[in-house]
């Protein structure tokens, strides 16, 4: 780790803030981010980047993501969002794992994978929980099966075995296993948003 600003609590507070700050214009939002990133790089320049502690005593003195975001709304005269339930955010992460398992659903399996998928990235993309670059991963990553699952069926199909129900059933989970990385994803940068809130609210 060379830079503090890799260090895993500085990347979770920053996403944080950008989440929080959502509603500023973006060359807004960028500005008031490098200020922060060169505000806990000078503040950590005679520190080990690894050092936790100093991390933390640094992020504490920046205040929650929240308060930074809800003082630069203020600023700009913009009203402050209501944060997301975490119940909502659980429901979009399980939607986001639920096509796997849909899968084993006699017949219809794919069709309510699909749409469990689909449910998931619509959710993702209206969530406040996730960045607008997280929300363009995960939504093609769920929509991703409704391209995939045809080409790895027609994969198995040109194979001398042709497509069998084993193969069909091989195909649709190749197809659906970018559901999985985005679910993975999503679920990291959720737990990692939460970590630095609830650590940074208590400055």
């Given at each position: 780790?060379n830079?503090?600003?890799?260090?895993?609590?500085?990347?979770?507070?920053?996403?944080?803030?950008?989440?929080?700050t959502?509603?500023?214009?973006?060359?807004?939002?960028?500005?008031?981010?490098?200020?922060?990133?060169?505000?806990?790089?000078?503040s950590?320049?005679?520190?080990?980047?690894?050092?936790?502690?100093?991390v933390?005593?640094?992020?504490?003195?920046?205040?929650?993501?929240?308060r930074?975001?809800?003082?630069?709304?203020?600023?700009?005269?913009?009203?402050?969002?209501?944060?997301?339930?975490?119940?909502?955010t659980?429901?979009?992460l399980?939607?986001a794992?639920?096509?796997f398992?849909?899968?084993?659903?006699?017949?219809i399996?794919?069709v309510?994978?699909?749409?469990?998928?689909?449910?998931?990235?619509?959710?993702?993309?209206?969530?406040r929980?996730?960045?607008r670059?997280?929300?363009?991963?995960?939504?093609?990553?769920?929509?991703?099966?409704?391209?995939?699952?045809?080409l790895?069926?027609?994969?198995?199909?040109?194979?001398?075995?042709?497509?069998?129900?084993?193969?069909?059933?091989?195909?649709?989970?190749l197809?659906?296993?970018?559901?999985?990385?985005a679910?993975?994803l999503?679920?990291?940068?959720?737990?990692?948003?939460?970590?630095?809130?609830?650590t940074?609210?208590?400055?």
């Amino acid at each position: 780790m060379n830079s503090p600003i890799e260090h895993p609590l500085v990347r979770a507070h920053l996403d944080a803030v950008t989440r929080f700050t959502a509603p500023l214009a973006e060359e807004r939002r960028r500005e008031l981010l490098a200020d922060l990133r060169e505000h806990i790089e000078v503040s950590l320049a005679d520190h080990d980047p690894a050092d936790e502690t100093a991390v933390r005593r640094v992020l504490e003195q920046l205040g929650s993501p929240r308060r930074i975001a809800d003082a630069a709304l203020a600023e700009d005269g913009l009203p402050l969002p209501e944060p997301e339930g975490s119940r909502r955010t659980n429901v979009t992460l399980l939607l986001a794992v639920l096509p796997f398992p849909l899968l084993l659903v006699p017949a219809i399996g794919p069709v309510l994978a699909l749409a469990a998928a689909v449910a998931a990235a619509v959710r993702v993309t209206k969530s406040r929980v996730w960045s607008r670059r997280q929300k363009k991963q995960a939504a093609l990553l769920l929509l991703a099966p409704a391209l995939a699952t045809p080409l790895a069926a027609a994969a198995f199909a040109a194979s001398p075995s042709g497509l069998t129900p084993v193969n069909l059933l091989a195909a649709c989970a190749l197809g659906f296993s970018p559901v999985l990385v985005a679910a993975a994803l999503l679920f990291r940068s959720a737990a990692r948003l939460r970590s630095a809130t609830t650590t940074a609210t208590t400055a």
